[in-house]
């Protein structure tokens, strides 16, 4: 990976990177607990964010919001180039109207209306904040550059999504039902076998679906979305043993570990900073 460009302060973090040659094994399913705002320049592939798959042509725009799981299927035949620019509800709700910029990313099903097209934010000025913001950054004006040109970005897109109005019916999709499943019982009991009971398939079926439309195994995607979870309320100040608790671990030792192994710190040490580190399943 060359990075072109890349920079990071408390509440934002933004690379500008290029693979001459994608390997599509380095890019496994992740999530991030801050907001991302993709932009797909150069390649052949496509984004599956909770399972919905989404084509990708240069100039398209991917939105994902705080802890939904995506994952990259880039083919290596052309070389990848993408901006990626992940904030904090907080860079936008400081400003009055912020709120309103942020309907895209919250007001939807789990998922859904994550791809503006390049035809759709054609006339825009999406693109041009995107080359200014970089350029202005790159001249020692970071903070200035991400806070002065995310929000006409976030506008623009906002009028899109206004535009789009509500969310159309969609025909029953299986996958996507067990995912709005667990999401809905995420701190219940869940197992492997009273999810396939559930939608009566079988565990080794239900593997291989979700393997195919989220990139990772059911147990995976459940323990990322619980640990996430947790620490958004470890950082609002609940105790590491109740927020475990809560959020469906019986085992202390066990939420540990895993804790640590994804996170790189200890529940009591953590403050959920913005690193731009992804959270990955492998």
């Not at 797909?40 to 599956?48: E, K, V």
């Not at 109005?165 to 996507?176: K, M, S, V």
């Not at 939420?255 to 640590?260: I, K, P, V």
Request: contains cysteine.
């Amino acid at each position: 990976m060359r990075r072109i460009y890349e920079y990071s302060d408390a509440n934002f973090v933004y690379h500008h990177s290029i693979d001459d040659v994608p390997a599509p094994e380095e890019y496994p399913m992740h999530a991030h607990d801050t907001h991302e705002l993709f932009c797909f320049m150069s390649g052949h592939g496509s984004y599956l964010v909770e399972g919905n798959p989404y084509p990708l042509r240069p100039g398209d725009i991917m939105l994902m919001r705080a802890w939904e799981t995506h994952k990259l299927q880039i083919q290596s035949d052309r070389p990848y180039e993408r901006r990626a620019l992940s904030f904090r509800d907080e860079a936008v709700r400081q400003i009055p109207g912020g709120d309103r910029l942020l309907e895209p990313f919250l007001n939807r099903g789990l998922g859904r209306r994550n791809l503006y097209t390049a035809a759709e934010l054609h006339g825009s000025c999406v693109e041009a904040c995107f080359a200014s913001m970089e350029r202005l950054a790159a001249k020692g004006e970071g903070a200035l550059a991400f806070s002065s040109f995310l929000y006409p970005i976030l506008c623009e897109i906002r009028n899109r999504f206004l535009e789009w109005g509500p969310e159309p019916q969609r025909p029953p999709d299986l996958t996507a039902e067990i995912v709005e499943y667990i999401n809905l019982h995420l701190c219940d009991e869940l197992s492997l076998s009273s999810i396939s009971s559930r939608f009566y398939i079988s565990k080794t079926h239900l593997n291989r679906l979700f393997r195919q439309a989220i990139g990772s195994s059911v147990w995976e995607y459940i323990q990322i979305k619980r640990l996430m979870l947790c620490r958004s309320k470890i950082a609002g100040g609940m105790p590491a043993v109740t927020a475990s608790a809560q959020c469906g671990f019986h085992d202390y030792s066990a939420f540990y570990r895993a804790y640590r192994k994804l996170f790189h710190a200890a529940p009591s040490q953590d403050r959920a900073d913005l690193t731009g580190v992804d959270f990955i399943m492998k």
